[in-house]
C-alpha cells in the first residue's frame, strides 16, 4: 500500500510500543524539520537538495551481522536478530537519514550455497536477495571477519557486479577491540587476492554489534553513490587520452601500431566509456585495463565499477 513496513504492537501487553513511540517521535522531529527548511525558502529559489531515495542492501552469509546492523542502521527492530544463521528469510527494510540523503536499508536473506536450500521458502528468499541486490544503488556486502569471505558470497556479488552494481565491502564483528591500521591493511590485501573482481571496491571495517566504522561506512556509501553518478565532458576526457597515450603509447603488433583514436562516456550507474581504436583485431586487454585504471585515477572513479568498451574507427573517418 505504499505505507512502509507494518510494525506488530500490543497495547494490551505493552508489546514493542517502545519501538513505536522511538518511530512516532522520528516521525515528528522529521516533520517539524522538514516544515522549518520549507518556511525558510521564497518560491524563487531552487530546491538542490537530493530528494531520491538511496536504495542500500545488505548482503552476505547467514550470521555475517546484516540484520544487527540494518537495526542499528535504521534505529529500529525490524530483522530479527539472533545467533541462529539465516534468521532472516526475506527481505525486510527500514530507512535512516544521513548528511541530507534518505536511505533505504535493506536486510536480505543469508546467501548460502543452494545445494543446502533445501526448503523453497529459502531458496526463494535467496533469489529475492539477489534480485534485490540487482535493484539497489549500493550494495554492502557484509563479510564476518573470523569466517572470512565464502565462495557463494563471491559467486552471487559477482552476478551483481556483471549488472554494473557498485559494492561496499564491509569486514564486521570486529567487537573485541577496534583493528589498527596493520590489521586492517592485512584484511584487505587478503579480499583484494582472493577476489579480484573487486579489486575496486572500498573496504571498512566494522562492528554492527559495538557500532564501530559506522559513521565512515555511511561516509562510503555515500562517496560511492556520488562517483557513480559522475559524468565526464568529452573534450576533458579527449584531453586526458592525448596525454596518456603520449606518456605510455599502446604497443604495437608484427610492426603495426595500435592507436586510441577517441572517448567518450556513454552513461552513469555504471561509469561506461566508449573508446575508439584503429582497429579491433589484436588490441591488447592489458591495455584496455591501463585505460580504465587511468580514468578511475584521473576522475576519481575509485570506489564504483568502471566499464569501457574498445570499438573500431570506421574506415575512411580520421
Known amino acids: 500500500m ?33 516544515r522549518e527548511t520549507n518556511s525558510d525558502r521564497t518560491d524563487s529559489e531552487p530546491d538542490n537538495e537530493p530528494d531520491d531515495e538511496l536504495v542500500v542492501v545488505l ?8 540484520s544487527t546492523l540494518a537495526n542499528l542502521l535504521t534505529g529500529a527492530e525490524h530483522s530479527l536478530v539472533s545467533e ?54 549500493i550494495t554492502v556486502l557484509l563479510i564476518d571477519r573470523k569466517e572470512g569471505l565464502s565462495e557463494q558470497d563471491k559467486k552471487i556479488t559477482a552476478q551483481a557486479v556483471k549488472k554494473g552494481r557498485t559494492v561496499v565491502i564491509a569486514i564486521n564483528k570486529w567487537d573485541e577491540k577496534n583493528p589498527g591500521p596493520r590489521e586492517v591493511k592485512q ?3 587478503k579480499l583484494r587476492f582472493q577476489f579480484p573482481v573487486l579489486d575496486w571496491a572500498p573496504v571498512v571495517p566494522v562492528s554492527a554489534l559495538k557500532g564501530y566504522g559506522i559513521h565512515r561506512l555511511l561516509e562510503v556509501i555515500i562517496e560511492a553513490d556520488r562517483q ?32 586510441v583514436k577517441y572517448i567518450t562516456q556513454v552513461s552513469v550507474k555504471p561509469a561506461r566509456f566508449i573508446a575508439f ?23 576519481k572513479f575509485e570506489m564504483v565499477p568502471v566499464e569501457l568498451e574498445l570499438r573500431e574507427q570506421a574506415k575512411g573517418r580520421r
Open 187 to 189: 584484511a584487505v590485501e
Open 228 to 259: 557513480q553518478n559522475l559524468r565526464v565532458e568529452t573534450a576533458e576526457l579527449n584531453r586526458a587520452l592525448a596525454e596518456w597515450v603520449d606518456f605510455t603509447p599502446p604497443p604495437a603488433k608484427k610492426g603495426r601500431p595500435f592507436r
Open 2 to 34: 505504499g505505507l512502509g513496513e507494518p510494525l506488530p504492537v500490543s497495547s494490551a501487553h505493552g508489546r514493542n510500543m517502545n519501538l513505536l513511540l522511538n518511530v512516532l517521535q522520528k516521525r515528528m522531529e522529521l516533520a517539524l524539520a522538514s
Open 84 to 137: 541462529i544463521p539465516g534468521t532472516t528469510r526475506d527481505t525486510v527494510s527500514g530507512q535512516t537519514f544521513y548528511k541530507g540523503r534518505r536511505l533505504r536499508v535493506v536486510d536480505t536473506a543469508g546467501m548460502r550455497r543452494k545445494a543446502k536450500v533445501a526448503e523453497n521458502i529459502e531458496y526463494y528468499s535467496v533469489n529475492r536477495a539477489i534480485r534485490a541486490m540487482f535493484d539497489a544503488d
Open 277 to 299: 581504436v584503429n582497429r579491433l583485431s589484436g588490441f591488447p586487454e592489458s591495455y584496455r585495463r591501463f585505460l580504465v585504471n587511468q580514468i578511475r585515477r584521473e576522475f
Open 59 to 66: 548482503a552476505g552469509r547467514p550470521n555475517a551481522g546484516k
